[in-house]
């Protein structure tokens, strides 16, 4: 089946730094990819929707400069956390859409701590 | 709108006993509902999904029942295992290359021994 590919699982970095997390579908080509929050006993929240080769689209309230997402190429989309913050420390989900079917394919998750 | 309402927001089952999650939508152009589970530190995992074209499918241990006239859809876990403790999230999309997932607000299952 599809599988994609979230790199690192867990990450700490300092306040004011900047952090990259990784997506990768790993056996299909995803033209579009997804990143999600997750507050603890929460649904997952969309930040943006990721095309191919064209910007991201946001969803309303999440600060695109802040979260800056790039989909250079179909098998890759990356989340960069930009001068974070304490309150940026969460758990992050990317997922990706199959090709030629209705499937959504989720990563396995990135837990950001900023101290 | 885009809800997807889902209830109960938590549940206790007692192992070998049903499990039931409710789902209702509001836009009827949805046409893909896909169940997940979630365990925690990790990401949510597709356990079912249905079409509105059938009322029923079933996979394994796992069930879902829809109803389209009243918009409402339901997972079914039969046989419930201590193993099925996880969070539950019910979803609607509309098909399309682009089209996002609408997510319920998931539940939380324990299934006690």
């Known amino acids: 089946g599809a599988v994609v590919s979230q790199h690192p699982s867990r990450v700490i970095c300092k306040s004011g730094t900047s952090v990259k997390i990784e997506c990768r579908s790993l056996d299909f080509q995803a033209t579009t990819m997804f990143w999600y929050r997750q507050f603890p006993k929460q649904s997952l929240m969309l930040m943006a929707t990721?095309?191919?080769?064209?910007?991201?689209?946001?969803e309303q309230g999440v600060e695109k400069d802040k979260f800056l997402i790039n989909h250079a190429s179909l098998t890759l989309s990356t989340l960069t956390v930009t001068s974070a913050h304490p309150e940026d420390s969460s758990f992050y989900i990317c997922?990706?859409?199959?090709?030629?079917?209705?499937?959504?394919?989720f990563g396995s998750g990135t837990r950001l701590t900023v101290v | 709108q885009q809800q997807v309402k889902q209830s109960p927001q938590s549940l206790i089952v007692q192992k070998g006993g049903i499990s039931i999650i409710n789902c209702a939508y509001e836009n009827t152009a949805f046409d893909y509902f896909p169940w997940y589970q979630q365990f925690p530190g990790k990401g949510p995992a597709l356990l079912i999904a249905?079409?509105?074209?059938?009322s029923e499918k079933k996979e394994g241990r796992f069930t879902i029942s829809f109803n389209k006239s009243a918009k409402q859809f339901s997972l079914h876990i039969m046989d419930s295992q201590p193993g099925d403790s996880a969070t539950y999230f019910c979803a609607a999309s509309i098909a399309g290359t682009a089209s996002k997932l609408t997510f319920g607000t998931g539940t939380r299952l324990q299934v006690t021994l």
């Open positions: 990721s095309n191919e080769g064209s910007k991201a689209t946001y």
């Open positions: 249905i079409r509105p074209d059938v």
């Open positions: 997922s990706a859409k199959e090709p030629f079917n209705y499937g959504y394919t």
